[in-house]
């Protein structure tokens, strides 16, 4: 299987200056890639253009500063931009043409295969790198012993750090997934509670209040300095500090409750969220994009696969709507947070309600067997209420499955629009 594992870098001053100049070449060669495609009728092939790089050390005399593989793998980024451009351009999208880097939007160099060794320098471990030299390193989880490093990417973030990140790729057997799971959970994921899953746990969103907070003051700060000015590069650089607060704190979150999941569990069903379609909502997107969705559900499944754990996304169309007891479908506006079923009279949290709904979905799209998918709430439910349907399983309703009941009839008690239409 193949990880990336990303450590800490401590480079001196004369390095990162010798950084900073591998970054700009390479930067120089991506804009020299570009100017090629812009002048020639066809796009050539990689390898083809790949090729021509010896030619041009002849008389571009930086390259030949700047390890082979590393020009190599800048070549390789301007085609995978093209093929990610192309793809959109498939998908109906309107795109236009690759620009040309600035200093400011590049930012990363990467060795490929070799040019790079991880030592250890007198007690201290090192990142060796080809025309760079040694760099010290915070390896702050070791690399399995199994693991195979492919390739070394160094990047410097907006906040002035450098860090490297191994693509790795470890000898090690996917494990077999059940083929009856035993412990399976439906998780529904929200705003105000970030997770509800089957087994009544609801997850609170983090807490990130003051550190956003603490953003906006230091916006603020820069927005009243100097452009260019060295006040404006240091106060620049504490808005990028907050920024990596709240990105680290976020990951960390996701990392351990997806891990939670991937872990405890042998089938996970979730939601197939098309997040960047509900980013273009006009309300309510800040919270969507705070939540991560998408990084959490990323996260999910490559963990699952990890730990032999069935990740099935489900269509998540009406799983709120529908009643998890009976099928049958119930408009509900957002502020409703109960779910009650006028048809079979079920009532649970709407956000459990859409859980279940997720679960079965799931259970039913992998096609594995499981007996207990029906939750004891439900369980509990029909048997206090057994007259409800003739057959011993709850699905016999009043109304049939396809019919959808207004929100009229699910007010909820205490809603300022409960007081609204009495009066």
Same mark, same amino acid.
């Given at each position: 299987?193949?990880? &990336?594992? !990303?450590?800490?870098?401590?480079?001196?001053?004369?390095?990162?200056?010798?950084?900073?100049?591998?970054?700009?070449?390479?930067?120089?060669?991506?804009?020299?890639?570009?100017?090629?495609?812009?002048?020639?009728?066809?796009?050539?092939?990689?390898?083809?253009?790949? #090729?021509?790089?010896?030619?041009?050390?002849?008389?571009?005399?930086?390259?030949?500063?700047?390890?082979?593989?590393?020009?190599?793998?800048?070549?390789?980024?301007?085609? @995978?931009?093209?093929?990610?451009?192309?793809?959109?351009?498939?998908?109906?999208?309107?795109?236009?043409?690759?620009?040309?880097?600035?200093?400011?939007?590049?930012?990363?160099?990467?060795?490929?295969?070799?040019?790079?060794?991880?030592?250890?320098?007198?007690?201290?471990?090192?990142?060796?790198?080809?025309?760079? #030299? /040694?760099?010290?390193?915070?390896?702050?989880? @070791?690399?399995?012993?199994?693991?195979?490093?492919?390739?070394?990417?160094?990047?410097?973030?907006?906040?002035?750090?450098?860090?490297?990140?191994?693509?790795?790729?470890?000898?090690?057997?996917?494990?077999?997934?059940?083929?009856?799971?035993? !412990?399976?959970?439906?998780?529904?994921?929200?705003?105000?509670?970030?997770?509800?899953?089957? @087994?009544?746990?609801?997850?609170?969103?983090?807490?990130?209040?003051?550190?956003?907070?603490?953003? /906006?003051?230091?916006?603020?700060?820069?927005?009243?300095?100097?452009?260019?000015?060295?006040?404006?590069?240091?106060?620049?650089?504490?808005?990028?500090?907050?920024?990596?607060?709240?990105?680290?704190?976020?990951?960390?979150?996701?990392?351990?409750?997806?891990?939670?999941?991937?872990?405890?569990?042998?089938?996970?069903?979730?939601?197939?969220? &098309?997040?960047?379609?509900?980013?273009?909502? +006009?309300?309510?997107?800040?919270?969507?994009?705070?939540?991560?969705?998408?990084?959490?559900?990323?996260?999910?499944?490559?963990?699952?696969?990890?730990?032999?754990?069935?990740?099935?996304?489900?269509?998540?169309?009406? %799983? %709120?709507? /529908?009643?998890?007891?009976?099928?049958?479908?119930?408009?509900?506006?957002?502020?409703?947070?109960?779910?009650?079923?006028?048809?079979?009279?079920? /009532?649970?949290?709407?956000?459990?309600?859409?859980?279940?709904?997720?679960?079965?979905?799931?259970?039913?799209?992998?096609?594995?067997?499981? =007996?207990?998918?029906?939750?004891?709430?439900?369980? @509990?439910?029909?048997?206090?209420?057994?007259?409800?349907?003739? =057959?011993?399983?709850?699905?016999? %309703?009043?109304?049939?499955? +396809?019919?959808?009941?207004?929100?009229?009839?699910?007010?909820?008690? #205490?809603?300022?629009?409960?007081?609204?239409?009495?009066?």
């Amino acid at each position: 299987m193949q990880y &990336n594992y !990303k450590y800490r870098l401590q480079p001196t001053d004369a390095i990162r200056d010798e950084l900073l100049y591998h970054v700009d070449i390479c930067r120089q060669l991506y804009n020299h890639c570009l100017f090629k495609f812009n002048e020639s009728d066809e796009i050539p092939a990689r390898y083809e253009l790949q #090729g021509q790089l010896p030619d041009l050390k002849s008389w571009w005399d930086d390259l030949r500063d700047v390890h082979s593989k590393v020009l190599q793998m800048v070549v390789k980024r301007v085609y @995978d931009n093209l093929s990610r451009l192309k793809a959109q351009k498939e998908n109906g999208r309107a795109v236009g043409m690759l620009k040309w880097k600035r200093p400011r939007d590049y930012h990363s160099l990467t060795y490929n295969q070799s040019g790079f060794k991880l030592k250890n320098t007198s007690g201290r471990p090192v990142l060796w790198l080809s025309k760079l #030299g /040694e760099i010290p390193i915070h390896l702050h989880r @070791d690399i399995p012993e199994n693991a195979t490093i492919k390739q070394v990417t160094v990047k410097r973030e907006p906040t002035g750090e450098w860090f490297a990140t191994f693509a790795i790729d470890v000898d090690e057997e996917t494990p077999e997934k059940p083929r009856t799971p035993e !412990k399976c959970v439906g998780i529904d994921v929200g705003i105000l509670k970030y997770a509800h899953d089957t @087994d009544g746990h609801a997850i609170k969103s983090l807490d990130l209040s003051d550190e956003r907070e603490r953003l /906006e003051r230091e916006q603020r700060k820069l927005s009243r300095k100097e452009h260019g000015s060295n006040n404006y590069e240091k106060q620049r650089r504490r808005v990028a500090e907050c920024h990596a607060d709240l990105r680290r704190k976020r990951r960390d979150f996701l990392h351990k409750l997806s891990n939670y999941y991937a872990k405890e569990y042998d089938l996970v069903a979730v939601e197939d969220l &098309n997040v960047a379609g509900m980013m273009q909502f +006009d309300s309510n997107s800040r919270n969507r994009a705070a939540a991560a969705w998408g990084t959490f559900l990323r996260m999910l499944e490559y963990k699952c696969e990890r730990e032999g754990t069935y990740f099935v996304a489900v269509d998540p169309r009406n %799983t %709120t709507k /529908e009643c998890a007891s009976c099928g049958v479908k119930t408009d509900k506006p957002l502020w409703v947070r109960e779910h009650s079923c006028p048809t079979c009279g079920f /009532e649970a949290d709407r956000d459990a309600n859409a859980a279940w709904n997720i679960l079965s979905r799931g259970i039913d799209k992998v096609g594995v067997v499981h =007996s207990d998918s029906t939750s004891p709430e439900i369980k @509990d439910f029909w048997l206090a209420n057994e007259s409800l349907c003739d =057959s011993s399983t709850p699905v016999e %309703t009043a109304l049939p499955m +396809d019919t959808v009941v207004s929100a009229k009839r699910v007010v909820e008690a #205490g809603s300022p629009v409960l007081s609204t239409r009495s009066e």
